[in-house]
T-cell receptor
Framework: DQQVKQNSPSLSVQEGRISILNCDYT??????FLWYKKYPAEGPTFLIS?????DKNEDGRFTVFLNKSAKHLSLHIVPSQPGDSAVYFC???????????FGTGTRLTIIP | ETGVTQSPTHLIKTRGQQVTLRCSSQ?????VSWYQQALGQGPQFIFQ???????GRGNFPPRFSGLQFPNYSSELNVNALELDDSALYLC????????????FGSGTRLTVV
């Protein structure tokens, strides 16, 4: 049972444009959501997070949107840069529990 | 501030053998979690240790076991290795009281033949 789903295995975006990565979840107990970025041969790196009490969180070029009623979140990167090319994982955590449930990842390729 | 370091980086074992993977937590972190990432999948939670006690476990059989030491470093032990255990094993540390994301190590790539 995949509780966190990233339905797009890959995405290609022109440099300078907006990248939008999507994530859906099924477990209504999740109350904290995170995005991680992973380069080859490295561990995942924390990017941005959002609590279920918010619907938007912004950090520089990165913005995460949460739609609780749809159980959907998205990561917006604008403008996209070549260094953003990586695999992006969405992860979720229930309240009071450190266990993260990850999606299967989306490979983002930024085309110069 | 040092990050999370894991050793070894790569390992090849034979089916039925036992393996120990090691992790040094980031300075100041007292919680360690282990994840298994199979090819093409997201990381899957194995278990977590907080102050040397297991503090949660995922859907992994008992042949996956762990330890956390007083300096908060950790080991993951896998007995009776199976071919499906081939994966990237990630260690992540955090401060239990902080709800930021974990700091992950680069992982150990285990291949079982």
């Amino acid at each position: 049972d995949q509780q966190v789903k990233q339905n797009s295995p890959s995405l290609s975006v022109q440099e300078g444009r907006i990248s939008i990565l999507n994530c859906d979840y099924t477990n209504s107990m999740f109350d904290y959501f995170l995005w991680y970025k992973k380069y080859p041969a490295e561990g995942p790196t924390f990017l941005i997070s959002i609590s279920s009490i918010k619907d938007k969180n912004e950090d520089g070029r990165f913005t995460v949107f949460l739609n609780k009623s749809a159980k959907h979140l998205s990561l917006h990167i604008v403008p996209s840069q070549p260094g953003d090319s990586a695999v992006y994982f969405c992860a979720a955590r229930p309240f009071g529990n450190e266990k993260l449930t990850f999606g299967t990842g989306t490979r983002l390729t930024i085309i110069p | 501030e040092t990050g999370v370091t894991q050793s070894p980086t790569h390992l090849i074992k034979t089916r039925g053998q036992q393996v120990t993977l090691r992790c040094s937590s980031q300075s100041g972190h007292n919680t360690v979690s282990w994840y298994q990432q199979a090819l093409g999948q997201g990381p899957q939670f194995i278990f977590q240790y907080y102050r040397e006690e297991e503090n949660g476990r995922g859907n992994f059989p008992p042949r996956f076991s762990g330890l956390q030491f007083p300096n908060y470093s950790s080991e993951l032990n896998v007995n009776a290795l199976e071919l499906d255990d081939s994966a990237l094993y990630l260690c992540a540390s955090s401060q239990a009281t902080v709800i930021y994301g974990y700091t992950f190590g680069s992982g150990t790539r285990l291949t079982v033949v």
